[in-house]
């Protein structure tokens, strides 16, 4: 059995998260010493390390939940996992393509830049025709 520490030190996650997760109940509530020391076990390091994987794969909290609902069911049907996986990668090919955009508009500016004075800088230009056009929706905004 180990401590949230150890816990947290073994699957490279800060104990706040780990305390986090427990609050929004992706985390089951551990089982505790007589002094009230949290103590876990091979399945929560699963548990949490699954989290933590899903997230370093983009996964939002409610995906990851419904993918542990579906792994704590093993007679549901596959396609259910593998719906939030095509929405996940849906949403990652979106956010490439933003980014490629981005990548073409900065060696754009960065190659239409003379290295003369700021007045007449194409990096400065390009920034002020466009700053207007910038969301947060796009991913980019403030």
Known sequence: MLTIGNLAKKTGTKVQTIRYYEQIELMPEPGRTEGGQRRYGDAEIDRLSFIRHSRQLGFS??????????????NRPCHEADAIARRQLKQVERRIARLEALRTELNRMVHEC?????ADCRVLEVL???????????GIGA
């Open 114 to 118: 003379s290295g003369g004075r700021t």
């Open 61 to 74: 909290l409610d995906a990851i939940r419904e993918l542990l609902d579906l792994g704590d069911h093993p």
């Open 128 to 138: 002020r025709d466009h700053a207007a056009c910038l969301t947060d929706h796009d």
